[in-house]
């Protein structure tokens, strides 16, 4: 039989690297995602050479028809879905926060939902979100939005486009939106994780969000507190969770955080 297959976006570096060699490590096929064919074939290398099982895809999650020919080379179950790909642009405007949640929240979901009928009764998959995503800096009324025990998929796509729209109008902060697209991609991420963990749990299908904290990647900087290692161990833990782990909840260094 062979290994069991887990997909990492955005493999080619910093905390996705590490979980392709960390799930490696553990037995898994990685199968590494990455939007430059030339990165990601350069990372997977690296780590055949530490003697880990690692293929390289082309991925660039932000793109439909690269997620469907991703999606259409799969060769067998998927034991694990990392959605770690993600992107921080500077500055602010509604540009920015048009490509902000076209990776951080559509696109995931679009991986997500490409990746699930092969994924395994009784998979994992981890969206790897922020502490920035909590909700705390947002106005009652939007909050309360995205706590709602109500809210489904198409709600949250609403949130995300509505977001878009009120900074285009100059009104999203009047609204009681925070003045940063990356904030609100990972809160968009977060809620979906609410969304879905009730119904892939017909499946035995366990999905969380987990903060990694603030880390030494080329987006956390230099001045970031934690190692890579330190921070895709918590990733990890939510991929290998054993049976009867939790579900729909978000995490950092395995420990529950408030949405």
Known sequence: MPPTLAIVTGGNRGLGLEVCRELGRRGLRALLGSRD?????AAAAGLRAEGLDV????????????????AATLDQEVSVLVNNAGA???????????????????GAAAVTDAVLPRIARGGRVVMVSSGMGELAGYGDSLRARFLAPDLDRAGIDALAREFIADVARGE???????????????AAMNALVRVLAPVLAAREIAINAVCPGWVRTDMGGRAAPRSVQEGAAGIVWAATLPEGGPTGGFFRDGKPIPW
């Not at 999203?172 to 609100?184: F, I, L």
């Open 37 to 41: 064919p030339g990165a990601g074939e």
């Open 55 to 70: 293929t390289a895809r082309a991925l660039d999650v932000a793109d439909a028809r690269s997620v469907a020919r991703f």
């Open 88 to 106: 921080s642009f500077s500055g602010f405007d509604a540009q920015v926060a048009e490509r902000t949640l076209a990776t951080n929240y559509f």
């Open 172 to 186: 999203h902060q009047r609204e009681g939106w925070p003045s940063n697209a990356y904030r609100v991609s990972k």
